[in-house]
């Protein structure tokens, strides 16, 4: 997939000879990993909305030619809404509220993900801060989840978290899924919580997805300390939209330490450990491994659910160092994904083991 994303945030300029104000930013097209960047030519549109509201204020499109990098964005700021909270939204489609992923999957879409700027231009703020919004539609829900703008792939949505999060209705699929494929047992949602723990959560959209989709979810996000912050504010949007009974808390973990105390205490049991986009690096997969064995022994039933997209061979150590931790794999889904040339050029796998089986 692509994503459209801030390299400069939407800002209030004054327009050069004109004496008036515009609207300013700086984009790109880019992987989820930003090492390559949209190689073809599309037309986005870009929308300057009211931040209360969501109205439509002005909209024009823009031009992504192949071979560009970056693309500058101005919209025109009429007077009336000088005194009116502003955002910016990027995308392919005009008045588009939010992304669908099945239509992210469709050939002329290029997988192009859209995105929204946080709000400014109200209590003397005319530039947005370094965040954007994403947007998906899964299971009758809006899931939205900010991440940052900078370089810190730590807070970057990646591409199996965002498959993952939005194939949540056919893994309900998940309540068929975890009491069937995942082989849960069976579990009555008005009277029993399902505990999930997710390691590596980044930006926490797998399982603010989880807790929005089913009720009566005790989630725990956990990764290292960097990544609290942009949990912690998507936990709170989240809590705003979200009324089924689950819960969602984050908490620090480091793989190459002891479990902490919050892990090994009594009541700290958990039915189901995922983790999206957490192979990609080699080196890491030792203490991710032995941190999923050590989970294993505490919670001697549990399944656990590995997304991830192949981006190169030293990946498959993880396969190894399950198998000699003792772990079986008893189910696999692949979900393919949109290409620059053609559907399933890549794929996203979701890998389900269990220990001792």
């Not at 439509?56 to 007077?79: C, D, E, N, Q, S």
């Not at 509220?97 to 400014?120: K, M, P, R, T």
């Not at 064995?293 to 997304?307: E, M, P, Q």
Request: aromatic share 8%; proline share 3%.
């Amino acid at each position: 997939m692509r994503y459209i994303r801030f390299l400069k945030t939407p800002r209030i300029v004054a327009e050069k000879g004109t004496g008036k104000s515009q609207i300013y930013g700086l984009i790109t097209i880019t992987s989820d990993l930003g090492d390559s960047f949209f190689p073809h030519d599309v037309e986005l549109v870009a929308e300057l909305i009211n931040a209360d509201s969501d109205e439509i204020l002005v909209w024009r499109t823009l031009a992504w030619a192949a071979g560009m990098r970056t693309l500058a964005m101005t919209l025109p700021l009429k007077k009336s809404y000088a005194s009116s909270p502003l955002r910016v939204r990027i995308g392919t489609e005009h008045k588009a509220q939010y992304d669908i992923f099945e239509n992210l999957c469709q050939a002329d879409s290029h997988g192009i993900v859209s995105a929204w700027s946080a709000g400014f231009n109200s209590g003397g703020v005319r530039e947005a801060v370094k965040l954007v919004q994403r947007r998906f539609r899964v299971a009758h829900r809006v899931i939205s989840v900010w991440e940052e703008t900078g370089e810190s792939i730590a807070r970057h949505l990646w591409d199996a978290g965002i498959t993952l999060s939005c194939q949540m209705v056919e893994l309900q699929s998940i309540e068929t899924a975890l009491c069937k494929a995942l082989n849960l047992t069976s579990r009555d949602p008005t009277t029993s919580t399902l505990g999930v723990l997710e390691l590596g959560t980044g930006c926490g959209m797998v399982g603010m997805t989880l807790a929005s989709v089913l009720p009566n979810c005790d989630v725990h996000l956990s990764d290292l300390p960097e990544a609290r912050e942009i949990v912690e504010t998507n936990i709170a949007d989240c809590a705003l939209q979200a009324s089924n009974g689950s819960n969602l808390s984050f908490f620090q973990l480091d793989w190459d330490d002891e479990l902490p105390d919050w892990l090994t205490r009594e009541h700290a049991k958990f039915d189901l450990v995922l983790a999206a986009d957490c192979t990609y690096n080699s080196d890491s997969s030792p203490a991710l491994v032995s941190t999923l064995r050590r989970l294993a022994d505490l919670n001697k039933d549990v399944v656990v659910g590995i997304a991830m997209k192949m981006r190169h061979d030293s990946e498959r150590v993880f396969f190894g160092l399950m198998k000699e931790a003792g772990f079986a794999e008893t189910a696999l889904f692949e979900y393919p994904l949109p290409g620059d040339v053609d559907m399933g050029e890549d794929s996203v796998y979701l890998h389900v083991y269990r220990h001792g089986s």
